[in-house]
């Protein structure tokens, strides 16, 4: 399991590579936080645990890129998915 972390604009992008349930692989997850706006507080605005219907890369660094890149996908240009 490894994860990671960045900013883009107004929020905290958390990703996550999880080994999948019977350890083939990758699991890509994403968590999307707006960390401005309301001052000392932190919102969830958009989570998905198993990015690509639960598809299976071979690395973490594999998982780890494709839930960055659909996370700032979903900030660019999907922000009315966003729950904020």
């Known amino acids: ?4 972390e960045c900013h ?3 929020y905290r992008i958390f990703v ?3 080994e999948a349930p019977r350890g083939d692989g990758y699991i890509a ?3 999307v936080n707006r960390v401005r ?3 000392g507080r932190q919102r969830e605005a958009f ?3 198993s990015l690509a219907c639960g ?3 071979l690395s973490q660094a594999d998982a780890l890129n494709y839930a960055l890149r659909r996370a700032r996908d979903v900030i660019r240009r999907e ?3 966003l729950h904020c």
């Open 16 to 18: 996550g590579a999880v």
């Open 37 to 39: 706006g309301e001052p």
């Open 47 to 49: 989570r998905d645990d």
């Open 79 to 81: 922000a009315h998915r």
């Open 8 to 10: 883009e604009g107004d």
């Open 1 to 4: 399991m490894r994860f990671n």
């Open 29 to 31: 997850a994403l968590v």
């Open 55 to 57: 598809y299976r890369w």
